[in-house]
C-alpha cells in the first residue's frame, strides 16, 4: 500500500512536471492562495475549470499551466459545468450571481442575478438549458442566452446539484427535508418528504447530497438524518433505504457492476447495490462533502480527515480494500475528478489544486461529463461483459477528418481494449476480422435509432437499449459515415 504527504508548496511552479508512475504521487499543483472547495471540470482536451475562496475562476491547460482568470467580488464555492460544446463555462458565486464565461478566453459571455448567493453547481441539460438551485429556496432554469426560462419555489435552501435524466426532467434535494422532480417545462411532477424515521432522535432531515439517477430509473440521495435513500423516479415512491452511522452531505457515485458509493462523517465508503444490499463499507476517516470517483479498473478515490483532522485521499479497489493514501495538509472539500489521460485532480482547503498520478481513466462518464466533439456527441451508460465483469469506458475526442466520429474504447478484465467508431445514422457497418458477440444501439436525439450486428444497420426503430455481449478480447468495430447530416445528431451508446 502506498503513502504519501503533501505539505503546502509555495515555491513550486505552476505546471511543473512531477510525474511519477506511482500512483497518488503529484504530477503538478496550483496555488490560488485560498481554499479551493469548487471541485474541478474538465473539457474533452484536457483543460480545467474551478473556482476559489479568493473571487477568481480559473483555467488550467492539462499540464498545470494557467490559461486565464476571472476576477468575481466575492468567494466561489459552486463547481462549474460546461455547455454541451465545451464553449461556455457556467457557475455559481458568492456575489449572487450565475457567470457564463468564454472558455477559449475566460471573457463574461452573460451573468444572471440571484436573490442570493449560489452555493449549488449548475447542470446543463442536453436541449442547452441551465438549471441551478439558490439559497431563496426557488429552483431556476435558464436559457442558453442568459434569460430566465422558469423558476420554482422548492422551499429550503438549495445546497446540491440538480440531476437531469434522459427525457429533460430534474430531480433536487433541499435541506427542508425533500426531493422535488420538475419537468422541462417547470411543472412539478412529485415531491418525496423525509420521513420520520424511529430512533433519528432530532438529528436534522436536510438533504444537501445531489441525487443520482441510474439507468433503472432509480433516484439515489443522502441525508443529513444517517439515511441513505433510493426512490423510484417515475412518481418519488420509496424503493429502499438504508441507516449509516453519521451526516450524508457527500453524494453518490456510480460504482463497478451496478453499484452505488457514499461517504459521510461516520468515516466509512458504502457500496450498495441497486438493489439495496450493502457490498461492503470501508472505514477511511469522516468526509463532509466530497464525492468519490472511480476510475476505469473500478478503482475509488475518495476524500476524508485523517485522526489528525487533515485532508487524506484514500484509494480503495472495487471491493473496497485500501490500496493507498496521499495525506495533505488541509481539508478535502472538493470531490477529486479524473482527467481524460487518467490524471487525478482535486482541490485542497490549503488553497492548492493538486493533479496526482491516478488510475486507468474514467470508469463511467455522467450525462454532464466529456464530451466527443463539436460534430457529434456520445454518452455512455453500462458496462458488463457476459459474466457481470465490469469493464472501462471513455470518451476520447476525435479529429473529425475522415470519419467524421466519435472514438470510445472499452477495456474488459482479462481482455483487451474494444474500439468502437460512431458516426452519423443511415451508415454502414464493417466489422473487423476476428469481431465476434457485440452489441451495440446508437440512439438519435430525434428519436431515431439503429442498431449495428453483423454488419448491417437497421434503421427506423424508436429510442431504447438492446442487449449485447461483449466477451473479454479485443474488437475493433468501424461505422462509416454516409450522410452529411450530422450537427443535429446526439448519439448514445449503450451496451448492457
Not at 167 to 189: F, H, K, R
Not at 231 to 238: E, F, I, K, P, V
Not at 267 to 282: A, E
Not at 347 to 354: E, V, W
Request: hydrophobic fraction near 35%.
Amino acid at each position: 500500500m502506498f503513502k504519501f504527504v503533501i505539505g503546502v508548496c509555495v515555491s513550486l511552479a505552476v505546471g511543473a512536471s512531477l510525474r511519477s508512475a506511482e500512483l497518488g504521487e503529484v504530477v503538478w499543483e496550483f496555488a490560488t492562495g485560498e481554499p479551493v472547495v469548487s471541485s474541478p471540470t474538465i473539457d474533452s482536451v484536457g483543460n480545467v475549470y474551478f473556482g476559489s475562496t479568493d473571487k477568481y475562476v480559473y483555467s488550467l491547460d492539462a499540464n498545470g499551466q494557467q490559461r486565464w482568470r476571472f476576477q468575481t467580488t466575492d468567494w466561489i464555492e459552486s463547481s462549474p459545468t460546461l455547455s454541451n460544446d465545451d464553449s461556455v463555462l457556467y457557475i455559481g458565486t458568492w456575489d449572487d450571481r450565475i457567470l457564463a464565461l468564454n472558455t477559449s478566453n475566460g471573457t463574461l459571455v452573460w451573468e444572471f442575478a440571484m436573490p442570493s448567493l449560489v452555493y449549488a453547481s449548475p447542470a446543463v441539460a442536453e436541449d442547452g438549458t441551465i438549471y441551478v438551485g439558490g439559497s431563496d429556496g426557488f429552483f431556476y432554469a435558464i436559457n442558453p442566452d442568459g434569460s430566465l426560462k422558469w423558476d420554482f419555489e422548492v422551499g429550503g435552501e438549495l445546497d446540491s446539484s440538480p440531476a437531469v435524466d434522459s427525457a429533460g426532467n430534474v430531480y433536487v434535494g433541499s435541506v427542508a427535508g425533500a426531493v422535488t422532480a420538475i419537468d422541462s417545462n417547470g411543472q412539478e411532477l412529485w415531491t418525496w418528504e423525509v420521513p420520520a424515521e424511529i430512533g433519528a432522535g432530532s438529528r436534522d432531515d436536510g438533504i444537501s447530497s445531489s441525487p443520482m439517477i441510474t439507468s433503472t430509473g432509480l433516484v439515489f440521495v443522502g441525508c443529513q438524518n444517517y439515511f441513505v435513500y433510493a426512490l423510484d423516479a417515475t412518481d418519488g415512491s420509496l424503493e429502499w433505504k438504508h441507516e449509516t452511522g453519521g451526516i450524508i452531505e457527500g453524494s453518490f457515485v456510480e460504482g463497478m457492476g451496478r453499484s452505488c458509493l457514499i461517504s459521510g462523517r461516520d468515516g466509512y465508503l458504502y457500496s450498495f447495490s441497486w438493489d439495496g444490499d450493502l457490498n461492503w463499507r470501508t472505514f477511511i476517516g469522516a468526509n463532509y462533502y466530497s464525492t468519490p470517483c472511480v476510475d476505469g479498473m473500478g478503482r475509488i478515490y475518495a476524500g476524508a480527515l485523517n485522526s489528525g483532522s487533515e485532508g487524506v485521499l484514500k484509494v480503495l479497489s472495487s471491493n473496497g480494500a485500501l490500496i493507498g493514501e496521499t495525506e495533505f495538509s488541509g481539508f478535502i472539500d472538493s470531490s477529486p475528478v479524473l482527467a481524460p489521460d487518467g490524471t487525478l485532480l482535486v482541490g485542497n482547503n490549503n488553497g492548492t489544486l493538486y493533479a496526482l498520478e491516478g488510475g486507468d481513466k474514467l470508469a463511467s462518464l455522467g450525462w454532464s461529463s466529456f464530451r466527443g466533439g463539436p460534430a457529434l456527441q456520445a454518452s455512455l451508460q453500462g458496462y458488463e461483459d457476459l459474466t457481470g465483469t465490469p469493464s472501462e469506458v471513455r470518451i476520447f475526442d476525435y479529429e473529425f477528418d475522415e470519419s467524421n466520429g466519435v472514438v470510445a474504447s472499452y477495456r474488459i478484465e482479462g481482455g483487451g481494449p474494444i474500439q468502437i467508431q460512431i458516426n452519423a445514422l443511415g451508415s454502414s457497418f464493417t466489422p473487423s476480422s476476428g469481431t465476434t458477440g457485440y452489441g451495440l444501439s446508437l440512439v438519435g436525439q430525434s428519436g431515431e435509432m439503429a442498431f449495428a450486428e453483423a454488419g448491417q444497420v437497421i434503421e427506423g426503430l424508436s429510442d431504447g437499449s438492446i442487449r449485447g455481449w461483449l466477451e473479454p478480447g479485443e474488437y475493433e468495430i468501424e461505422v462509416s459515415n454516409e450522410t452529411d447530416d450530422r450537427d443535429a445528431l446526439f448519439l448514445e451508446l449503450k451496451v448492457l
